[in-house]
């Protein structure tokens, strides 16, 4: 049997991922670990910036794959849009179509709400990510928990 060139890291499979809508009551227990490791660990972001009372006033998305809790994020509504926030997705997770499955997943559950766009403050590391979801830029770059970031808009008129 030919030995496999990436055996040391074998890509992660998107095997039977599911994606669940919750409040944060609900949701801190699966979500709360991913936030930690991700912004606070890796971004070094200071942890009275990352907790804060919109956890409790937004929509938390799970991201689960072969159930193992690997991303998240949280989203609010405005008046015409909804502002996106707290997306993360676990390091060895990265770059294998979980961080654009979750972004499908939220247009998807939010299509047909009177909700025009979506608005994000991306971190510029990640703006080609965006890019690739369909977000623009708007605006100028600024400094938020010590990270350039750039606010970006997708419209999701149908």
Same mark, same amino acid.
């Given at each position: 049997?030919?030995?496999?060139?990436?055996?040391?890291?074998? +890509?992660?499979?998107?095997?039977? +991922?599911?994606?669940? &809508?919750?409040?944060?009551?609900?949701?801190?227990?699966?979500?709360?670990? !991913?936030?930690?490791?991700?912004?606070?660990?890796?971004?070094?972001?200071?942890? =009275?910036?990352?907790?804060? @009372?919109?956890?409790?006033? =937004?929509?938390?998305?799970?991201?689960?794959? @072969? @159930?193992?809790?690997? *991303?998240?994020?949280?989203? &609010?509504?405005?008046?015409?849009?909804?502002?996106?926030?707290?997306?993360?997705?676990?390091?060895?997770?990265?770059?294998? *179509? &979980?961080?654009?499955?979750?972004?499908? =997943?939220? #247009?998807?559950?939010?299509?047909?709400?009177?909700?025009?766009?979506?608005?994000?403050?991306?971190? #510029?590391?990640?703006?080609?990510?965006?890019?690739?979801?369909?977000?623009?830029?708007?605006?100028? =770059?600024?400094?938020?928990? *010590?990270?350039?970031?750039?606010?970006?808009?997708? @419209? !999701?008129?149908?």
């Amino acid at each position: 049997m030919p030995l496999n060139k990436n055996a040391r890291n074998p +890509p992660m499979i998107i095997n039977n +991922p599911k994606v669940i &809508f919750s409040n944060w009551r609900k949701a801190q227990k699966a979500c709360r670990p !991913i936030r930690e490791t991700v912004f606070i660990l890796e971004q070094k972001i200071d942890s =009275s910036l990352e907790w804060d @009372n919109v956890d409790n006033l =937004s929509t938390h998305v799970l991201l689960r794959n @072969n @159930n193992l809790d690997i *991303g998240c994020a949280r989203f &609010f509504y405005k008046e015409n849009y909804i502002k996106l926030e707290r997306m993360a997705i676990l390091k060895k997770y990265r770059k294998q *179509g &979980f961080g654009s499955l979750l972004i499908e =997943s939220i #247009v998807k559950h939010i299509r047909g709400r009177k909700t025009l766009m979506i608005i994000i403050s991306a971190q #510029v590391a990640a703006i080609p990510f965006y890019k690739k979801q369909g977000f623009v830029l708007a605006g100028d =770059s600024y400094m938020e928990a *010590g990270i350039n970031h750039h606010q970006m808009v997708l @419209n !999701i008129l149908e």
